[in-house]
DNA sequence: GGTCAATTATTTGTATACAAACAATATCTG
DNA sequence: CAGATATTGTTTGTATACAAATAATTGACC
């Protein structure tokens, strides 16, 4: 199974051989941009490797988790809450919808918002997915030791 | 009950409050994959706004930034060098070639590739997308202090 | 009350990102 | 050499991600 994340889309194979120099040391691949997204991208495949049986993605994974905490929120407010613009969180609640996991109920106080809430068939997978979550985010955070952990994502939060 | 202070664009805003309980401790945001993909977006902004007016992603200067230092590289190679599957190359080299920053050749020695080259054009943007590239990374990198920079990015890389 | 600005949700368009399937070509194997 | 296998590039379909424009509604202000 384990089909190698990356059989496709490896990446940086063979190096920087025989490439021109003369730019300055600058090298594209050891850029901090690159590198976050090469560790997003990583990620990524680990999330759907280890979470696909529920076939979630990672945001969808984010936005029901959010659903589920904050009992019962607008899709504007949910995608501030997740950090998805209007257009994103737009498709990720109508795909969560579909699959009746989220429900949406009118606000006769304000007929422009749609109240979103988690189904009990959303509630129970998110009950199992958090399980899931926390083993991806162990995965994720393999190759760092125990010390690095916290001190690696301690950092990533000043960056955000 | 939320207590809804003030409605920013940004997003995450308003963090936990008033969350149910009982998850264990999980906290979706704190999350390394949930880290990972604000900190790609906050650097995926960074670059629209400083790069925008030579009108090149991300994705399209890395792109770019390989042809002319690899000076010939066919297009798959090129996506195992910047770690994008051949589907989304595909997309890349495209709109690179669509805006003559760079040209196909045919390879007699293999009739499936097309070799790919900078022009002059995509030579001379390059340079500069290069200086401004190097903003960017600092840019990024800016909350973090001197002593940090490196070892985040030494953490960073581990994780790839 | 009436006007205007802000907010909510949607839609369109563009750009990654990847799975899956495909035709053409190259390479390996017997 | 012939057949199996692998690689290259393309296409289709789905899912983020965001800019920009839009309609409906709300709130603020006069």
Known sequence: MTKAAGMRAPACDEAAAGETPGWGGYVVEAQVGFLLRRAHQR????FQEMMGARDLTPTQFTALIKIVTC???TQNRLGRLTAMDPATIQGVVRRLVARGLVE???DPADRRTHVLRA???GLELA???VACATEIT???LEPLSLAEQ?????LLKKLI
């Open 43 to 46: 990620h990524a495949a680990l």
């Open 71 to 73: 009992g019962a929120v």
């Open 104 to 106: 949406r109920a009118f």
């Open 119 to 121: 189904t009990a068939a």
């Open 127 to 129: 009950r199992q997915a």
């Open 138 to 140: 162990a995965a994720t």
């Open 150 to 154: 916290p001190l690696f994502l301690s």
